[in-house]
């Protein structure tokens, strides 16, 4: 059996994990764009921020394509012949496959912006060869513009912060991390960071540049050394759109990874797969989601069996010790009820429908959070169990003493 | 693999395995200075409600989530069994609390992610079992 895996970050290495819990001999080829072995893409900040070694970013040991007996091409695929089952490569090769898995990710969203081209340094923040490519650009001096109050902006300015002179971030949308936190709860993150010494501008953006010169939306100017562009992601699908694959935003893939393609698999950035706690297909580009969904993928991949079928989007972020968690489903519902707890320097917001846990938004006090994100994945029945004691505090006291006997009394 | 059980029914609430454990991970010889006036960041905790009571701590699970969603490579699977966390590795990002279902993970005051290790760097037998005075909190192999 021949496997053949685009891409190289954690999807691809947890696809050659499950390839190899079924099959130790079939032959596996990666196809790799970046120069790296695979990498924890979200460290790429914590490096900027000195918490991570460039040697300590790498997902797996240095022998590990060895050790799973797995090829590297360095190379990009830029089209599926799903009629002979072969990828062609940009450096002409053509790659022949009996299983292949796609986990091309995503990459960086730039809109035309007029005078964009008259900015000598501009960066998106996406990649460890961006963050070396920032890290050369900065001087102590700089005076650092980010475009994008998403987590992949306000990531890069925590990055930033000690080793420049200012760091602004501005955005179109009138809140930071509009994406996962609703009005007040990003209202407290970025009252956190202006604390901390981030600037903002808001409900703004550039409307053109002029070398160094980032003409506003509302008539002001902001001056900068170095721009970072930060707008967003789209998942890289092309090749495989282009071969008759169904996408809707990304590639479309049921619980067992399988595309609309017979032999075509996908996991991590690049899919949209069910999510329980919406239900419905969407894009859920996070960590935790590529791992379980690449090791399904290779696990099937290799005539083995396997289910992902419970995927939710989940986020874990903090910045300078505001921690704040998210998960599951919480906005635009009004089918949902919500329950909130709110402390001096907390706040919790729990969303439940039809008796189920369906998301929470908590910012502050997240310790042990993973129980209700558990709540969320098992679509456990809630109703019976006490609503305070489930709110207030997360513990396994709500559970019932027959759960604990369970889980702390024997094997998990 | 021996793991950490938790008997509810013999735990007296008093704590002394988070004690237990915040001396047998601190490096020191000396209790006292150790523990007193010190704020303590044990990695096993006790969870009551006045009438309950019991310990909580990593359970080891044979396909533990808490990996799957690390962002930095800290948290591992010996072939032991037993989860580590790599203190050098590890950034804060909480990803693994965000997902344990138990609830077993806590952090030291760097921010950086604690859990119990089964005491694998501290003897042959946890701390926190060692020091239980009523049998709650047992180290034994467990039937899957």
Same mark, same amino acid.
């Given at each position: 059996m021949k496997y053949v895996i685009i891409g190289n970050g954690p999807a691809a290495v947890s696809c050659i994990d499950g390839i190899r819990s079924v099959d130790p001999d079939g032959s596996i080829t990666v196809i790799s764009k970046e120069d790296h072995p695979a990498y924890f893409r979200p460290l790429i900040s914590y490096y900027l921020e000195g918490k991570s070694k460039a040697e300590n970013i790498y997902c797996r040991r240095a022998d590990f394509y060895e050790s799973s007996n797995c090829g590297v091409i360095h190379s990009e695929a830029v089209a599926i012949d799903t009629d002979n089952r072969s990828v062609m490569l940009k450096n002409g090769e053509s790659i022949p496959y009996d299983r292949l898995c796609i986990c091309t990710g995503s990459s960086p969203f730039v809109p035309p912006m007029k005078? $964009? /081209?008259?900015? /000598?340094?501009k960066y998106t923040f996406l990649t460890v060869d961006d963050s070396f490519a920032i890290e050369k650009a900065i001087t102590k001096d700089s005076r650092v513009l980010i475009i994008g109050a998403g987590l992949i902006g306000l990531k890069c300015a925590e990055g930033l912060r000690d080793r420049v002179q200012s760091v602004t971030v501005c955005d $179109?949308?009138?809140?930071?991390?509009s994406s996962i936190l609703d009005d007040e709860c990003a209202a407290i993150v970025q009252k956190h960071l202006e604390n901390c010494g981030i600037g903002f501008s808001l409900g703004n953006t550039a409307d053109r540049f002029d070398g160094n010169t980032a003409m506003m939306k509302d008539g002001s100017e902001i001056g900068f050394d170095v721009l970072v562009l930060a707008l967003g992601v789209r998942p890289n699908i092309g090749f495989f759109k282009e071969a008759g694959g169904a996408c809707g935003r990304a590639i479309i893939v049921d619980n067992e990874m399988k595309t609309s393609v017979d032999g075509i698999f996908a996991a991590g950035d690049c899919v949209e797969q069910y999510d329980i706690s919406f239900g419905d297909k969407r894009i859920m580009a996070l960590l935790p989601n590529a791992n379980l969904g690449g090791y399904t993928a290779g696990v099937n991949m290799a005539g083995g069996s396997a289910e992902f079928d419970n995927a939710v989007p989940m986020n874990s972020i903090g910045f300078w010790g505001l921690h704040m968690m998210t998960a599951g489903t919480y906005a635009n519902d009004e089918n949902a009820q919500m329950i909130e707890e709110k402390g001096e320097k907390s706040i919790k917001r729990f969303f439940i429908k039809n008796n189920r846990l369906v998301g929470f938004i908590i910012i502050g006090d997240v310790k042990s959070a993973g129980i209700y994100t558990n709540l969320i994945r098992t679509q456990?029945?809630?109703?019976?169990?006490?609503p305070d004691a489930l709110t207030k505090n997360a513990t396994? $006291?709500?559970?019932?003493e027959n759960y604990r006997r369970k889980t702390l009394g024997g094997v998990v | 693999m021996k793991r950490v059980t938790v008997h509810e029914e013999w735990c007296l609430g008093c704590h002394l395995c988070e004690y237990n454990c915040a001396f047998a991970n601190s490096g020191l010889a000396d209790m006292v200075k150790a523990l007193k006036n010190q704020k303590i960041t044990p990695r096993i905790h006790v969870e009551e409600d006045g009438r309950i009571h019991y310990a909580v701590s990593c359970r080891h699970c044979e396909d533990p989530i808490c990996i799957k969603g690390c962002i930095s490579g800290a948290l591992q699977k010996g072939a032991d069994g037993v989860v580590t966390i790599d203190h050098d590795k590890c950034v804060g990002c909480l990803s693994c609390m965000l997902l344990c279902p138990y609830g077993c993970i806590t952090t030291d005051e760097n921010e950086t992610v604690l859990k119990c290790e089964l005491c694998v760097k501290n003897g042959d037998i946890p701390a926190c079992v060692q020091g239980c005075p009523n049998r709650a909190i047992v180290f034994e192999e467990v039937q899957t």
């Open positions: 005078g $964009l /081209e008259t900015v /000598e340094n $179109l949308a009138p809140r930071v991390l456990a029945d809630i109703s019976a169990y006490d396994l $006291l709500p559970f019932g | -």
